[in-house]
């Protein structure tokens, strides 16, 4: 690292260094998304580096970081990135990394597993909720819940592009009316365009393009449930909101950092949570039989998905034993089961790391254990203007390791 480059531009350089390698190594790249200097492109940065040079490298940063970062939230912050990236490399490095040490290094947390009481404590709830719905037992209530309203194939792939994309616009207007006028502050949307994509190990995902705008896709290889579809899209919205604030922070403060996205870092566990909390925001009414079963049930999988990636990733446990488990612990067949492994298996059906394997941490802890509890506090102490400036206008306040200290106001 040359002495006279700024610490924030070896950041960006070095993130876009580990998204290189992690492409060459698994096909996929950690840099989500990148709207800064031309010069630092991640396509632009080495793609040759060995693990133990970045190792090198970052070890190096870091004493950068806090020798030239004098706010104490944006050096924490940018610390906290550039371990998880140290973690990253020495994962995908083959160094022996075990997978509570990996989710720990990535998010900052550590790896939970929900025990057999949680679990069956969540099914019962989830019983007492769906009693008057049809069906002779739960299981039956709530294969007939998702099949009421199910749709795929062009069916599916219309509701994603007609259907979804015109209700984005009504959500975008929600977020305007009910949360950034409370902040007092406006930020540029030039939209978000939704596609039907097939063969992804994810359900939705928000390709923030840079420009204030986004890309949501969402994937049709399996039926969906139409509500459930409708009520995602307010999680992939604020996704895109979230990245419309980070973007304006960068163009108007000359944040270079904040001009690459990276997984795999405690900002995910923030970013993850807010968008699983995006109804709460927006005040949508979730009152209804109905609307208060599919978030029981959401929990659940939310659940039962964490455990069955520690069988798989921890435990060494096959692939049909782990849909045995999702099929009768999260109350789906054996099909949609089997279509839950590729995010959490070690492997890609092509026999490379699998880079989501560990991501599934990030919903559930970042909802439970960070956001929402933070949310519901300020609704109390009549803060909710103040929560929104902190996560939306504080850009190092989005991360597992500074989300505390950015509200300790509250």
């Known amino acids: 690292m040359n002495s006279k480059t700024k610490p924030v531009e070896s950041y ?55 020798d030239g970062i004098t706010s104490d939230l944006r050096r924490k912050y940018l610390l906290g990135e550039t371990s998880s990236l140290q973690a990253v ?27 057999h009481t949680v679990i069956d404590r969540q099914m019962r709830y989830l019983d007492e909720l769906m009693a008057g719905f ?31 994309q015109n209700r984005s616009v009504d959500v975008g207007s929600m977020f305007r009316k009910q949360v950034f006028s409370l902040m007092r502050s406006r930020v540029t949307d030039n939209g978000v365009e939704y596609r039907a994509v097939r063969d992804k190990p994810w359900g939705g995902y928000n390709y923030y393009q840079g420009g204030f705008r986004s890309v949501n896709e969402f994937n049709i290889d399996r039926p969906a449930n139409r509500d459930m579809m409708l009520s995602l899209i307010y999680h992939e919205y604020e996704h895109h909101v979230s990245n419309l604030w980070r973007e304006k922070a960068y163009v ?75 099929s009768e612990h999260g109350l789906r ?20 790391v699998n880079l989501w394997a560990p991501y599934v941490f990030t919903y559930h802890i970042g909802r439970a254990d960070f956001v929402l509890p933070t949310f519901r506090k300020a609704e109390e102490h009549d803060s909710l203007a ?16 500074t989300w505390s200290e950015a509200f300790d106001w509250l």
């Open 12 to 66: 960006v350089r070095l993130c876009g260094e580990v998204g290189n390698l992690s492409e060459r190594l698994t096909g996929v790249s950690i840099v989500d998304a990148y709207y800064g200097p031309e010069q630092l492109t991640p396509q632009k940065q080495r793609s040759d580096r060995e693990p133990e040079a970045l190792l090198h490298e970052l070890d190096i940063l870091i004493d950068s970081i806090l």
């Open 89 to 115: 490399v020495r994962w995908l490095g083959g160094m022996g990394v075990s997978y509570a040490d990996l989710v720990k290094g990535l998010f900052h947390v550590e790896m939970k597993q929900f025990s």
């Open 134 to 164: 049809p069906g002779r037992d739960l299981r039956e209530r709530v294969e007939l819940f998702r099949k009421d309203g199910e749709v795929s194939g062009e069916a599916l792939k219309a509701l994603v592009e007609h259907e979804l």
């Open 252 to 326: 108007g403060k000359k944040y270079t950092e904040l001009a690459i996205v990276p997984l795999h870092t405690g900002r995910c566990i923030i970013s993850e949570g807010a968008a699983d909390t995006a109804k709460e925001f927006l005040n949508v009414d979730q009152s209804s039989p109905r609307m208060k079963a599919y978030d029981a049930l959401y929990t659940l999988s939310r659940m039962v998905h964490i455990n069955a990636a520690i069988m798989m990733n921890r435990d060494g446990r096959d692939s049909e034993e782990v849909v045995d488990y999702i």
């Open 333 to 352: 067949t054996k099909e949609m089961a089997r279509g839950m492994i590729d995010f959490i298996a070690p492997r890609t059906r092509d026999g490379r």
């Open 386 to 401: 103040e929560f929104y400036r902190t996560l939306y206008l504080n850009p190092f306040s989005g991360s597992s390791v």
